[in-house]
């Protein structure tokens, strides 16, 4: 689990063809590695990955192929800058979101503006996304937790403050640039729970009457 606060911005130094599967080996920058372990998880873009080796610069990490049918990881190359963030603890700072590392798709730049010191992005989210994204609800872009200031069916508006455009790599985006994109994990889960267990012989789901009768609804 993370927050999408970036600790640091790091560079992929090597990627390594393994049939289906992709090797990668990044140079961390300025991420603290000292108590990084094997096996631990780090947010590289937004992709949750595990360390299989550890250096005194950075850490090695595979990539499956369904991350590669997802993720921008398939477009990358030697040189890419990557938003890093270490797994949360339970002394870690919440002052993101939720945030699982697990991609849900790519969004596409559109356009990109100024207003006053911040910068506004829209972006477009792929078909079936859209619904999850409402307005001042959060999103993660390349693992940088944002809030939806505007939406307009897949399409939403971002507005990003110098900080978070000097700290991150979003201010190397340009309109036709893609994202990896996580929408707000508790949209996803809340949609599955409300739709009918297709193996129970129950209903299933959140209804109006169930949330009646729990005493959300009066």
């Given amino acids: 689990m ?3 606060i970036i600790e640091a ?3 992929l130094r090597q990627l390594e063809r393994r049939g289906e599967d992709l090797r990668v080996t990044v140079a961390s920058g ?4 000292e108590d990084v372990q094997l096996g631990d998880s780090i947010a590289t873009n937004g992709v949750c990955l595990t360390v299989v080796a550890k250096l005194s610069d950075g850490y090695v990490a595979d990539v499956s192929g369904e991350t590669l ?3 921008n990881f398939a477009n990358y190359a030697v040189g890419q800058s990557v938003n890093l963030e270490r797994a949360v603890t339970v002394n870690t700072r919440l002052g993101g979101h939720m945030v699982s590392g697990h991609v ?3 969004a596409t730049v559109e356009s990109i503006s100024d207003r006053g010191r911040a910068i506004e992005f829209w972006l477009r989210a792929p078909a079936g996304l859209g619904r999850y994204i409402p307005e001042k609800g959060s999103v993660t872009i390349d693992g940088i937790s944002l809030t939806a200031n505007e939406v307009d069916g ?3 508006r971002l507005t990003l403050v110098p900080h978070t455009v000097q700290e991150t790599t979003i201010g190397e985006l340009r309109p036709g640039s893609t994202v990896n994109l996580e929408v707000d994990l508790i949209a996803r889960y809340l949609e599955r729970l409300m739709q009918p267990a297709a193996d129970s012989e129950e209903s299933g789901g959140i209804t109006m009457e169930m949330l009646a009768k729990s005493g959300f609804l009066k």
């Fill in 30 to 33: 300025k991420l603290p590695l």
């Fill in 9 to 11: 911005v790091g560079q």
């Fill in 154 to 156: 897949n399409r939403f």
């Fill in 2 to 4: 993370f927050t999408g």
């Fill in 69 to 71: 049918a997802r993720t």
């Fill in 104 to 106: 849900d798709g790519l």
